[in-house]
Structure formats: C-alpha cells, structure tokens
C-alpha cells in the first residue's frame, strides 16, 4: 500500500514570516486557514490586484499587503512562500527562486511544486490535529477536519491543563511521572475492539477528563 512519509511540523508562524503571492480566489483561501489556525502568523501578500474578502482578512489578522508584481526582493526575510498567481509559469518561477534561496514553497494546488502541503486543520485549545491525505484528496482532508471538529470535545483543553497542572504535582523522578501519566491516561486507547466508533471516542476523552479533574489540582 502507498504511505504517507511526510514528516508534519508545528511551526511558530508568529516567529517566521510567511509570503503568499497573488491575491485572487486561491490566495484569499489559503490565508483564511492559515489565520484560521494561526491567527498571529507573520504574513505579507504581494499581487497587483487584492479580492475584498483578503482585504478584510489582511486588516483583521495584521497581514501587510503590497501591491505590485511579483519580484524577488519580496523573498527577503520570509522563510515560507505560497504562490498562487494565474500565472503557470510564474508559479514555477518563485518555487525555483525560493529553492535556490532554500526557502520553503509551496505552489498551490500544485503538489509536484510544493516542499510542503498545507493541511485540514482543527484546533481545541491547546489541541491541534493536522490532516494530510499526502496531496491525494483535499476534499478528504477538508471532511476529516469537519469530521475532527466535530468529534473531538470542546473541552479537550480542558483535559491537557488538568495533565499539565497534575504532572506539576508529582514527585518522583521521570520514569515514575511518564508512568503516572500514562497511568491516568490509558483509558483513552485501553480497547479490546479494534475498531474505536466516534460515539466511543468522544465517550473516552469525556471519562478522562472527569478522572484527570477527579484528581484535584
Ligand atoms: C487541506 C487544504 C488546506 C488549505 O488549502 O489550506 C488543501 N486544500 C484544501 C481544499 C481544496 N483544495 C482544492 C479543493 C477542490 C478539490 C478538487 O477539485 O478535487 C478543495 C476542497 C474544497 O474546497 O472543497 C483544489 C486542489 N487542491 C490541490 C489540488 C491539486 C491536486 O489535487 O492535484 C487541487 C485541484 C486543483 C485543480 O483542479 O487544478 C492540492 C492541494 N491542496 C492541499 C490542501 C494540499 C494537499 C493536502 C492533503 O495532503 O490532503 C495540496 C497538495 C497543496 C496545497 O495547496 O497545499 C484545503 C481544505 C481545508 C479545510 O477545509 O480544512
Ligand atoms: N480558484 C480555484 O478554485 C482554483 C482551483 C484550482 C486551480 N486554480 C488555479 O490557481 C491559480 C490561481 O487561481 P485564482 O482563482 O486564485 O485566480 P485569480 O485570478 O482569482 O487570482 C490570481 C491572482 O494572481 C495575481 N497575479 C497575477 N500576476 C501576478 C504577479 N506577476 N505577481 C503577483 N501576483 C500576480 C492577480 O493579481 C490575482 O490577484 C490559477 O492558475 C487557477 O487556474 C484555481
């Protein structure tokens, strides 16, 4: 069976500075989940023309817009570049430009030209869950997301401070606190069936959160 060997990376996008080129329907989706997930992300866009959507986006996320063409002193200080012009050609300019600056790129919907993909993406708190189908099917990766958002609890936040602020407690040395996690934890995945329906998992982490407050920090 064909696997997915991308290796998936958190990145502080608030300590990196991300480019996207173009301004059109493309540009505008892929900052909306860019801010969506990291809404303190550095971030400039350079096209000649901007949709008013990415207008509203760019000012309400501190996004800083230039309007000209494409060049590559825009490349400058930016460590990730998305291009999504309607230029084919261009495209493929930038994504040369930035490896031989060793910059990061990723052409949109264009995985032969990307160094990294973008993913779905669900955020809870403290939580975030990345999906990639390895370039496969976006619209998989779009319904595994709506799927996550809706099957991982709201309050799953809650669960990892509770974990975060019982670990605090412990005393002992490493073996014996990665023991006690686990041990408070182990609900979580301790299965007999092999197949873990979403009711079951939802159910799961719920009981772990009232075992990890039961706990009393
Ligand atoms: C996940 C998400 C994140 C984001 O965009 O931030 C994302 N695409 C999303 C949606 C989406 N994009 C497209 C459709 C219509 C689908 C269709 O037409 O079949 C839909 C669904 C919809 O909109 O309903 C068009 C499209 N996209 C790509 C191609 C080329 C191809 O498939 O070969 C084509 C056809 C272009 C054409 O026809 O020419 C390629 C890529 N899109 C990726 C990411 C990367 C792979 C991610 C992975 O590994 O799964 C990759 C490889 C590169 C990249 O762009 O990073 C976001 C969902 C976010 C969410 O909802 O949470
Ligand atoms: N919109 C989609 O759903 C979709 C899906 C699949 C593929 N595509 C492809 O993706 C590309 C972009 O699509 P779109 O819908 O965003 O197009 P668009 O026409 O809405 O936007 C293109 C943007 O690129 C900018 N641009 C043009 N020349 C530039 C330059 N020299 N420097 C900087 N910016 C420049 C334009 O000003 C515009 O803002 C197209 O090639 C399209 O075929 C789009």
Do not use: W
């Not at 080129?21 to 997930?37: C, N, W």
């Not at 990730?80 to 930035?98: F, G, M, S």
């Not at 996690?181 to 009711?199: A, F, G, P």
């Amino acid at each position: 069976m064909e696997r997915n060997n991308l290796y998936p990376i958190f990145l502080k996008t608030s300590q990196l500075h991300v480019l996207i080129v173009g301004g059109g329907y493309v540009a505008e989706e892929k900052l909306q989940f860019l801010t969506k997930s990291s809404p303190d992300a550095n971030i400039t866009l350079v096209s000649p023309m901007f949709r008013p959507g990415t207008l509203e986006l760019a000012k309400r996320f501190k996004a800083d817009l230039i309007t000209d063409f494409y060049d590559t002193k825009y490349l400058e200080g930016k460590h990730l570049v998305v291009a999504t012009t309607d230029k084919p050609e261009l495209n493929i300019q930038i994504y040369k430009d930035c490896r031989g600056l060793d910059k990061l790129v990723n052409v949109a919907d264009n995985p032969p030209y990307c160094d990294f993909y973008m993913g779905g993406i669900v955020t809870k708190g403290n939580v975030k869950v990345a999906i990639s189908t390895n370039g496969k099917s976006p619209t998989t990766a779009k319904r595994l997301r709506q799927f996550f958002e809706e099957v991982l609890p709201d309050n799953i936040n809650e669960m990892v401070q509770n974990l975060n602020a019982y670990r605090k407690t412990l005393k002992g040395d490493f073996e014996y606190k990665v023991d006690k996690m686990n041990e408070v934890t182990k609900t979580l995945v301790d299965k007999n069936e092999s197949q873990i329906s979403r009711s079951e998992v939802s159910a799961d982490l719920k009981k772990e959160q009232e075992t990890t407050k039961a706990v009393k920090i």
